[in-house]
């Protein structure tokens, strides 16, 4: 038999702050990337290429982190929910 034991108010809450971290690192990406391309008009050469490259893969890597951390807030989420449901579910089938 198994057991456990959850605090599905406090797995709901977890899910609202990875949602407020998804947004922050949104809105903070946004703005960094919006000042690095906007050297593109007065950055030139070889170097700026190179630079270009490194900043479109950073890009990529906070889109992957972005993803990932949405994927968890998903998770905590459809947990905290459904560990709530289905206890209240069975105290209403229990009840007199």
């Known amino acids: 038999m198994s057991y456990f034991e959850v605090d ?13 971290s998804v947004e922050i690192l949104s809105t903070e990406t946004d703005a960094l990337m919006s ?4 050297l593109a008009d007065s950055w030139k050469g070889g170097a700026a290429q190179n630079f ?11 889109r992957r982190v972005h993803e990932s951390l949405g994927k968890i807030r998903d998770a905590l989420q459809t947990a905290g929910t459904q560990y709530s449901d289905v206890e209240n579910s069975n105290m209403r089938m ?3």
């Open 8 to 20: 599905s108010e406090r797995v709901i809450s977890a899910a609202g702050m990875a949602n407020k």
């Open 35 to 38: 000042q690095l391309n906007s």
């Open 52 to 62: 270009q490259t490194v900043a479109n893969e950073w890009e990529g890597v906070q």
């Open 94 to 96: 229990f009840s007199a």
